[in-house]
């Protein structure tokens, strides 16, 4: 399986402009991408996604992993790394998670 980069493109400047709290969990996200960490849970966790709709349990699995690493206690503590979209790209809902 052949998994899509869904997080956006980052360009690093020093201007000031677009300053983002949380930037070093995308290095966790992106870790795990270049490990085939992401590509390996969704391998393991196929069959909770029927028909290859909604969000990737792969992808789902990583941001919760993100998401205690950077100090999350609750899976609603997912709501700090969907309001980082244009850093993390989309986020599972807490329902979804």
């Given at each position: 399986m052949h998994t899509t980069r869904s997080r956006p493109k980052l360009v690093v400047s020093a201007?000031?402009?677009?300053?983002?709290?949380?930037?070093?969990s995308r290095l966790l996200a992106?870790?795990?991408?270049?490990?085939s960490l992401t590509s390996a849970f969704s391998n393991a966790l196929h069959r909770l996604r029927p028909r290859g709709t909604g969000h990737d349990p792969g992808r789902v699995a990583v941001d919760l992993a993100v998401m205690l690493a950077d100090g999350g206690e609750a899976i609603a503590d997912l709501a700090v790394l969907r309001d980082q979209r244009e850093v993390l790209g989309p986020v599972a809902s807490t329902p979804t998670a």
């Open positions: 201007d000031g402009n677009g300053v983002v709290s949380h930037a070093g992106d870790l795990a991408d270049a490990t």
